[in-house]
């Protein structure tokens, strides 16, 4: 019996050790399956589909065309292969779809983890063919197709579509509105369903001289297809303004998608026979991604390490793909790089251009400081200064405001990838701000263009950059009213009956009948001094209000009065209010002593001194209205200061612009501003806002002989208007364009904020 009960003692003891080692087992089972789950967890596989425009106004026709060079095919070429190397995911896919009036999917969703895939991709879209007019939903409604077979995302896969086109949709010779906007209902109800599903659609349109010319793509669709893109956050609107600008944009958008920071080029260089280039590569780098782009494919592009050593296709560190002869990029992703100088060894002709995209270590991700926004609306009001407060800076480790002399907050609004305006937070305690240095910054954005814009905040302490933030809102352009019929100021025969038209107008465009919601309401009245207040009642009529009344009986002047009211689907309230100056003219009465038939003529001897002294006043009439226009035509205002100069011209000093209707910086002749060296000539020309202020021009020059000209760290690629405190880059000149009429008309629309008094009330 005892040798039983041992026995027993010594089975549980050994089940008792079994199941405690099952466990421990299941449990290292489980922290593994977890680790390689979070590892997995920190890149989603991608899907992305590019739906590339091959309309007939992408090729040539009569010499205008889009892209007749084929260079959306070399920028989606890139794309193959930046994905290709892409070592922070596993398992990326491309497909490409082809549209015009019809959509054709040439590559399904294929995996890009070998060359040789990556070569079939480029073979199947190298040789496009024109597809007559241009459908995008029907494009969108294939891409939803091919990701998501299911109707439904594979949640281990991050879908992604690109969308490049020129124009506008084709429908119909001669659609109606309502054709047109069902279309564009449908389009909109699509996007939404790529939002539900997490699938952000980055949107490029693509500029030429006949889409400049078409004012509904300047008016509706650009303004929709960055509509598109802010819907679908993160997603972007790009704008090439040539063909040359897709492989930039197509490289901005893929290095973002691959989670690398990336800027401008680090080498733009023309190679005739044997070049090198240094690229530094900094510390604390997982990644870094070399992008090169040669004009052509021949020439020849080796990467040497710090040292000397090449780096090799074969390198357990180095992922490559690019063929001497065939392609014409080559990219190098290499892990975890050594920091220092990197080479590039170039052997040819023609041109090259590099990027240098990099991915930080994971534990120089975290931020030490973060930008905190209360409020930020997503639909503001455009040309109407939008103002945002209690914008701070939080220290991570704290938790709370960072409140430090040294710290200052950058705002530069863009749109459309341009800057609109740089300028600084406030925290001085006036204007919008409540209270002075307490950490608590505010900003006002002056007058927001129509469209998508990106506000972009860049936190600087003690001039060193700490945290950045951007935000996407939409300037909504509100309506307005016009009166068409009668005009200002018209003439009235008493009881005669007087049409009324009036019609509403947003954003250069007339509104039809079916756009004006139900919220808005237009109504109108006539006011007279002898007969009071009369309602006017206005039906629509297609694009207008049409109505009648009828003139007072006795002469006199009357008001014609008409209110609009109501609010945007936005939910942005807006009102307008037209005054119609009239007058109800006296009855004719008979000239007196009116010849009688058949009574002879005379021509009394003063007529001919008369009509002398009239030909002489309207003589001088004519002279005088030559000297005021003179006088009202607009000169230039402000002044430019020299923040950076080569020798000779020292730095600090004060260029007045001369009070001319134009003038030339760094030309020679009477209307121009002199400088030291020779630079690029830029054009300063004064214009006028349809409020008649005053306001200043630059243009670009014809060629770029002389280097770039960059504003506000922009390339100047078309005539802008320059704002107070915006910079201008010409040769070795850093100019600021400085305007005490701009900063004074600002300061004056900034609303007073109201302060508690020493009482704890508020005055």
């Known amino acids: 019996m005892k040798r039983l009960r041992q026995w027993k003692r010594n089975c549980c003891i050994v089940v008792l050790a079994g199941i405690s080692l099952l466990i421990l087992l299941c449990v290292a089972f489980f922290l593994l399956i977890y680790y390689a789950q979070a590892q997995g967890q920190v890149q989603s596989a991608l899907d992305v589909v590019l739906l590339i425009d091959h309309s007939n106004s992408m090729w040539d026709k009569g010499g205008v065309g889009s892209d007749p060079g084929l260079l959306r095919v070399q920028a989606a070429n890139l794309f193959v292969a930046y994905l290709g190397v892409d070592t922070t995911r596993d398992g990326n896919r491309l497909g490409v779809i082809h549209f015009g009036g019809r959509s054709e999917l040439v590559v399904p969703l294929t995996p890009l983890d070998s060359p040789e895939r990556r070569q079939a991709i480029r073979t199947a879209i190298a040789n496009p063919h024109r597809m007559e007019w241009t459908d995008p939903l029907e494009a969108l409604r294939l891409a939803d197709q091919v990701l998501f077979p ?15 086109t020129d124009g506008k949709p084709e429908l119909s010779p001669a659609p109606s509105p309502a054709e047109h906007a069902a279309y564009l209902a449908e389009l909109r109800a699509l996007v939404d369903r790529f939002r539900q599903r997490g699938c952000p659609v980055f949107t490029i349109a693509l500029s030429s001289e006949a889409t400049d010319a078409d004012p509904e793509i300047q008016t509706v669709y650009r303004n929709l297809w960055q509509e598109i893109a802010a819907r679908t956050p993160p997603a972007e609107y790009h704008e090439a303004r040539t063909a040359g600008d ?106 090259v251009l590099a990027w240098r995209d990099t991915i930080p270590q994971e534990d120089a991700r975290s931020p030490a400081y973060t930008i905190e926004m209360l409020d930020v609306p997503t639909h503001v009001p455009a040309g109407q200064p939008l103002e945002i407060t209690d914008v701070t800076v939080h220290q991570a480790s704290l938790g709370e405001a960072l409140v430090d002399a040294g710290l200052s907050i950058v705002a530069q609004v863009e749109r459309a990838g341009f800057a609109e305006a740089t300028f600084l937070a406030n925290d001085s305690g006036r204007g919008c701000d409540a209270m002075p240095d307490d950490g608590r910054y505010c900003m006002t954005v002056p007058d927001p263009p129509p469209g998508v814009c990106t506000l972009r905040l860049r936190a600087l302490l003690d001039g060193a950059e700490i945290a950045r933030r951007a935000v996407i809102f939409e300037a909504i352009p509100l309506p307005r009213l016009e009166i068409t019929s009668p005009p200002m100021g018209a003439s009235l025969q008493p009881a005669a009956p007087v049409n009324v038209k009036a019609r509403i107008r947003t954003n250069q465009r007339v509104l039809e009948a079916e756009e004006i919601t139900a919220q808005a309401t237009l109504t109108a009245s006539l006011h007279a001094a002898h007969a009071g207040l009369l309602a006017v009642p206005l039906t629509k009529t297609d694009s207008h209000f049409a109505g009648r009344f009828t003139a007072p009986d006795s002469p006199g002047p009357i008001t014609l009065t008409v209110r609009l009211h109501g609010q945007t689907p936005e939910g942005i309230p807006f009102a307008d209010l037209v005054h119609v100056r009239l007058e109800v003219a006296a009855p004719a009465a008979p000239a007196a002593g009116a010849q009688q038939p058949g009574a002879a003529r005379h021509r009394p001897g003063w007529i001919l001194p008369l009509a002398g002294l009239i030909v002489l006043a309207g003589a001088g009439g004519v002279g005088g209205s030559l000297v005021l226009k003179r006088r009202n035509q607009a000169k230039l205002d402000g002044s430019l200061r020299v923040l950076d100069a080569p020798a000779g011209q020292p730095a600090g000093a004060v260029l007045d612009l001369p009070a001319t209707s134009s003038v030339v910086l760094g030309g020679t002749g009477r209307k121009a501003i002199r400088l030291s060296e020779e630079v690029p000539q830029v054009v300063l ?27 506000n760290e922009q390339p100047l690629e078309r005539p802008r208007r320059l704002r107070d405190g915006d910079v201008l880059e010409v040769g070795s000149y850093r100019l600021r364009y400085e305007s005490l009429r701009q900063a004074s008309a600002r300061h004056a629309r900034r609303r007073p904020r109201r302060k508690p008094n020493s009482n704890g009330g508020m005055r």
């Open 685 to 711: 020309r004064a214009g006028r806002t349809p409020a008649g202020d005053v306001e200043t021009w630059v243009t670009p020059p014809a060629g770029q002989d002389g280097g770039p000209v960059m504003l």
């Open 246 to 351: 897709l492989l930039r944009i197509y490289h901005d958008v893929v290095a973002r998608l691959s989670g690398a920071e990336t800027g401008q080029p680090v080498v733009d260089t023309h190679v005739d026979g044997q070049a090198t280039q240094t690229i530094t590569v900094g510390g604390g780098l997982a990644q870094v991604t070399l992008v090169v782009l040669r004009s052509d494919p021949a020439l020849e592009v080796h990467l040497l390490r710090p040292g000397g050593a090449p780096a090799r296709t074969g390198d357990p560190d180095v992922q490559h793909t690019g063929e001497l002869g065939a392609t014409h990029e080559e990219i190098w992703a290499i892990t975890n790089p050594r920091p220092g100088r990197w080479t590039l060894a170039l052997e040819g002709n023609g041109t």
């Open 150 to 164: 299911q109707r439904q995302r594979d949640p281990a896969r991050q879908p992604v579509v690109i969308l490049l």
